[in-house]
């Protein structure tokens, strides 16, 4: 067995997404946001020849009185489809807008190596933080 090695300089993107509609506490179901990732994805590969993958993990944040279920979109630069980091970036956030309007979130952060980003659409704050 013939095994090759690639290597990219290091990128990683966190992206948290809450699991309520807005400030609603209705939850939604993790499925239907991987449903949506997957048709974000194949619309790329299929237009740009972009493969964005993502890992998804489970996670709660807590901020006085909110307790709120979130998933974990993790980003690399996948040396098998590599892209500028510039790139990739536009990407996951072009992709994290998509996903604020699609499931109502009002603000998302994303984590990078050398900055932290925050989309917001309006200053309002859940009422369970200011309790």
Do not use: C
Not at 57 to 62: C, E, Q
Request: hydrophobic content about 35%; aromatic content about 6%; overall charge positive.
């Amino acid at each position: 067995m013939n095994i090759t090695k690639k290597t990219l300089k290091p990128f990683s993107a966190k992206v948290t997404l809450g699991l309520e509609l807005g400030y609603t506490e209705k939850l939604i179901e993790k499925t239907e946001i991987i449903q949506y990732l997957q048709k974000i994805q194949k619309d790329l590969i299929l237009t740009e020849n972009i493969y964005l993958s993502v890992s998804i993990s489970d996670t709660n944040i807590v901020m006085s009185g909110q307790i709120e279920p979130h998933i974990l979109l993790s980003f690399i630069n996948y040396p098998k489809f590599p892209l500028k980091p510039e790139k990739l970036k536009k990407e996951i956030e072009k992709l994290t807008k998509q996903l604020m309007r699609k499931f109502k979130q009002n603000r998302i952060v994303i984590e990078y190596l050398d900055e932290t980003v925050m989309l917001e659409q309006s200053k309002e704050i859940d009422n369970r933080i200011k309790q």
